[in-house]
């Protein structure tokens, strides 16, 4: 049976060809071909294929009675899944990449685009989220603030109003300064307070520094009485008490217990008043200076320093001020017209 049958040219065993060695013919193997004797293979037509990928030959059955069409493309070059070609045969042949998949990168895009704008939102609230939370600061600082005023309120109160009060009068003061200073009136003041002063210190020394409050509080009792804040009466009443003062509590001469009266009486009182006073004053300082020994009176007395009274140092400095004010009104108005 085997000798009747006839092999065609056709039917020789093939010759694979590998890819790794296409420039070596003499490594050319031939194909071993089943028994023609077998009855599995006598409907079966060997045909080659040549891949269209450069891969090599292919070597595959198919059934004539139209099982697949021998001009298809082999089975695992039709689906992407895994390849049915028999493990002995697979050296022969290269596994062809799969095309990428492009749509993940879309997906991934796409959920970027979406965290970034969720982050760009919450960076432009946090503005937002930062004044919320000061507000509610601000609300536990008010209710603490509530908690405290219930019990000490009216104290607390009370003195903020005379912080507030004295910053109006301070400012007030300023500016009637700059505008309204009465610089003649001010020199005035000086003039005949400085008088006073002098006459005191030729007569006991050191009786202007011995005293300084008492000469500060004369001289703000005499703008209280010139801004109509003290009465008349109390204002005579304030003089008397610190002529007492000093010289029956501080034991001081009579020159020097009614220099403080004196001068606040010379720089502020009508004008009859102020020569009054003065030749009073004088008057006292000639009998005090009459009543004192000699060696008393030749007694150098050495001052390392002098100081200025207060009330007078607060008139020199507003006369200043207005002057200096009205030279720069003066010439701010030169160089605009200019």
Same mark, same amino acid.
């Given at each position: 049976?085997?000798?009747?049958?006839?092999?065609?040219?056709?039917? =020789?065993?093939?010759?694979?060809?590998?890819?790794?060695?296409?420039?070596?013919?003499?490594?050319?193997?031939?194909?071993?071909?089943?028994?023609?004797?077998?009855?599995?293979?006598?409907?079966?037509?060997?045909?080659?294929?040549?891949?269209?990928?450069?891969?090599?030959?292919?070597?595959?059955?198919?059934?004539?009675?139209?099982?697949?069409?021998?001009?298809?493309?082999?089975?695992?070059?039709?689906?992407?899944?895994?390849?049915?070609?028999?493990?002995?045969?697979?050296?022969?042949?290269?596994?062809?990449?799969?095309?990428?998949?492009?749509?993940?990168?879309?997906?991934?895009?796409?959920?970027?685009?979406?965290?970034?704008?969720?982050?760009?939102?919450?960076?432009?609230?946090?503005?937002?989220?930062?004044?919320?939370?000061?507000?509610?600061?601000?609300?536990? $600082?008010?209710?603490?603030?509530?908690?405290?005023?219930?019990?000490?309120?009216?104290?607390?109160?009370?003195?903020?109003?005379?912080?507030?009060?004295?910053?109006?009068?301070?400012?007030?003061?300023?500016?009637?300064?700059?505008?309204?200073?009465?610089?003649?009136?001010?020199?005035?003041?000086?003039?005949?307070? $400085?008088?006073?002063?002098?006459?005191?210190?030729?007569?006991?020394?050191?009786?202007?520094?011995?005293?300084?409050?008492?000469?500060?509080?004369?001289?703000?009792?005499?703008?209280?009485?010139?801004?109509?804040?003290?009465?008349?009466?109390?204002?005579?009443?304030?003089?008397?008490?610190?002529?007492?003062?000093?010289?029956?509590?501080?034991?001081?001469?009579?020159?020097?217990?009614?220099?403080? =009266?004196?001068?606040?009486?010379?720089?502020?009182?009508?004008?009859?008043?102020?020569?009054?006073?003065?030749?009073?004053?004088?008057?006292?300082?000639?009998?005090?200076?009459?009543?004192?020994?000699?060696?008393?009176?030749?007694?150098?007395?050495?001052?390392?320093?002098?100081?200025?009274?207060?009330?007078?140092?607060?008139?020199?400095? $507003?006369?200043?001020?207005?002057?200096?004010?009205?030279?720069?009104?003066?010439?701010?108005?030169?160089?605009?017209?200019?």
């Amino acid at each position: 049976m085997a000798a009747s049958l006839k092999l065609s040219p056709s039917s =020789s065993p093939p010759l694979l060809l590998n890819p790794k060695s296409r420039s070596s013919p003499h490594l050319l193997k031939p194909f071993p071909s089943p028994p023609l004797s077998s009855p599995r293979f006598s409907s079966l037509k060997r045909s080659n294929l040549f891949d269209r990928r450069g891969l090599g030959l292919l070597v595959h059955a198919v059934k004539n009675d139209g099982g697949m069409d021998p001009r298809s493309p082999a089975p695992e070059y039709q689906s992407g899944g895994e390849s049915t070609m028999p493990e002995r045969f697979r050296y022969l042949t290269r596994e062809a990449p799969d095309r990428p998949v492009r749509w993940p990168w879309v997906i991934a895009l796409f959920f970027l685009v979406y965290c970034w704008r969720t982050v760009l939102w919450e960076l432009s609230n946090w503005k937002k989220a930062a004044l919320a939370i000061l507000h509610f600061f601000g609300y536990l $600082s008010k209710l603490a603030l509530a908690f405290v005023f219930h019990f000490i309120g009216d104290p607390i109160t009370g003195f903020i109003r005379i912080i507030e009060s004295s910053l109006y009068l301070v400012r007030d003061i300023y500016f009637s300064i700059i505008a309204f200073a009465p610089v003649p009136e001010l020199t005035r003041i000086i003039l005949f307070a $400085s008088t006073i002063l002098a006459i005191g210190e030729a007569t006991v020394p050191d009786s202007v520094n011995s005293q300084p409050y008492l000469l500060t509080l004369a001289g703000i009792i005499g703008f209280g009485a010139v801004k109509g804040v003290i009465l008349e009466p109390f204002f005579w009443l304030f003089l008397v008490g610190i002529f007492c003062f000093s010289r029956f509590i501080k034991k001081r001469e009579s020159t020097s217990a009614a220099l403080p =009266s004196a001068a606040v009486l010379a720089a502020i009182g009508e004008p009859w008043v102020r020569g009054l006073t003065m030749v009073s004053y004088l008057a006292l300082a000639i009998v005090q200076n009459s009543k004192s020994s000699e060696e008393a009176v030749n007694v150098e007395v050495s001052l390392k320093q002098r100081k200025l009274p207060l009330p007078l140092l607060l008139a020199a400095l $507003s006369i200043g001020i207005h002057v200096a004010a009205k030279w720069i009104r003066y010439r701010h108005l030169r160089w605009m017209i200019a």
